[in-house]
């Protein structure tokens, strides 16, 4: 398995613990309020503002931790060039990951149109981010595997 494939996997698995633990700790903190009060919304908000610097953080330390234990169990570095091939799989994972979260925010909006709580457009949104992040490292690992 190259390190590219290696690193994809780790990207998904640290793309779900950071979802799952933050998630199941902000669920905690749900205010028990009207679906249409000031509460909800700032909750939401909230939770969209702290989710992006701490799932940043977290991919920055686990990204480290992977190299590291990468290069203690295999005695090889990380790669310090990208050609073509490289940036080429990166642009299709991107693509297919914008055209996930294109399709989830269209969902997201249409929940509106069919006068559902804005909760739940909120939760189409975030789960609609995590699917799109997942969809990019599956196929980077995918088009790794098979090859572009």
């Not at 950071?18 to 903190?29: N, P, T």
């Not at 790669?79 to 997201?108: C, H, M, W």
């Not at 969809?135 to 995918?142: E, K, Q, V």
Request: proline share 3%.
């Amino acid at each position: 398995m190259s390190f590219q494939e290696r690193r994809a996997i780790a990207s998904l698995i640290s793309t779900i613990l950071v979802s799952a633990f933050y998630s199941a700790y902000m669920v905690q903190r749900y205010p028990e309020a009207s679906a249409y009060s000031v509460e909800v919304f700032h909750f939401w908000g909230s939770f969209f503002l702290i989710l992006i610097p701490v799932s940043i953080v977290a991919k920055i330390i686990i990204y480290i931790l992977f190299s590291i234990i990468n290069a203690i169990a295999t005695r090889e570095e990380e790669p310090a060039i990208t050609d073509e091939r490289d940036k080429l799989i990166e642009l299709k994972a991107q693509t297919t990951s914008n055209y996930v979260f294109i399709v989830g925010f269209i969902l997201a909006l249409s929940s509106l149109v069919v006068d559902m709580p804005p909760s739940v457009m909120f939760i189409i949104l975030l789960l609609s981010g995590i699917v799109s992040q997942m969809i990019s490292d599956i196929s980077t690992f995918y088009f790794y595997r098979r090859g572009v």
